[in-house]
């Protein structure tokens, strides 16, 4: 075999998705930090994507604040005033159930007690 061939057949090695890359960080000749064509791809997608996700944030929060504030009609108000009103006084409901529901619980304890 010639040099020129065996030049070549060391330097046509395959990449695959296996094929990794050493990185000499203290410099004593072995690799320190080895990463493979997969990992390095996927870095590089991560990076993308985040890139992709803040321009639209940014796009997104540009647009909403040249958007007129939203009018909150008097109707929508006393509706959701109503409607809170009305919450409390079925809290306030279920809290008398449920006082008079311990008193009677209250109150069998007691007999029950008494018995002894």
């Known amino acids: 075999?010639?040099?020129?061939?065996?030049?070549?057949?060391k330097m046509a090695k395959q990449l695959d998705e296996n094929?990794?890359?050493?990185?000499?960080?203290?410099?004593?000749g072995k690799a320190d930090v080895k990463i493979s064509l997969k990992t390095i791809g996927a870095i590089?997608?991560?990076i993308i994507s985040l890139a992709g996700v803040w321009f639209t944030l940014?796009?997104?929060?540009?647009?909403?604040?040249?958007?007129?504030?939203?009018?909150?009609d008097r109707i929508e108000y006393?509706?959701?005033?109503?409607?809170?009103?009305?919450?409390?006084?079925?809290?306030q409901e279920?809290?008398?159930e449920?006082?008079?529901?311990?008193d009677k619980i209250d109150e069998r304890l007691y007999d029950i007690q008494k018995q002894r």
């Open 1 to 9: 075999m010639e040099l020129n061939q065996v030049i070549e057949i």
């Open 19 to 28: 094929t990794s890359m050493g990185l000499d960080l203290d410099g004593d």
């Open 44 to 46: 590089i997608f991560a």
């Open 58 to 72: 940014k796009q997104d929060i540009a647009l909403a604040k040249e958007l007129p504030a939203p009018v909150i």
């Open 78 to 91: 006393d509706l959701k005033d109503e409607l809170i009103r009305q919450t409390i006084m079925d809290t």
């Open 94 to 96: 279920d809290v008398e």
């Open 98 to 102: 449920m006082k008079e529901k311990l």
